[in-house]
């Protein structure tokens, strides 16, 4: 009985996991010894707060189809579902200049329960052209 209570505080701080893929495609063509790099971030959106960082992954990998595979426990808040959004600063391009890949639109995903979420995308020569910001950084337009 005396396990009762720590049983119970451990069931509601800890979280279901969000079981998330991340497939990059860097196709090359001409190049057939192509290598590229890039920082992936996966975060969860938050409206009034922070967001909350998840994971952050820096890689090199040769030209074709990078996969990531995380198990990932965001933390709870007020909503039914976690809101998960990535960003990829890259040089899968043409002139091996820096790039920014951000989604508009986040995945929403339950937070009651295990989840799955895979994003999919092409790098090549995609996204604004400069390094991402911190998720969290302020954008000051003037």
């Not at 992954?57 to 595979?69: I, M, T």
């Not at 200049?97 to 995945?107: E, F, G, Q, S």
């Amino acid at each position: 009985m005396i396990y009762l209570p720590a049983l119970l505080f451990l069931t509601v701080i800890l979280a279901d996991p969000v079981h998330v893929t991340v497939k990059i495609k860097c196709e090359v063509e001409g190049t057939p010894e192509y290598l590229y790099c890039g920082k992936l971030v996966i975060f969860e959106v938050d409206k009034w707060s922070n967001h909350d960082i998840l994971k952050t992954e820096e890689y090199c990998a040769p030209e074709g189809e990078k996969e990531f595979k995380f198990d990932l426990y965001p933390d709870g808040d007020t909503s039914p579902s976690y809101e998960l959004n990535y960003q990829l600063t890259h040089n899968c391009t043409i002139d091996d200049l820096t790039r920014c890949i951000r989604p508009d639109n986040p995945k929403d995903v339950s937070a009651s329960g295990e989840s799955w979420v895979e994003f999919k995308f092409n790098a090549w020569n995609f996204g604004e052209a400069r390094a991402c910001k911190d998720p969290n950084a302020k954008i000051i337009d003037f």
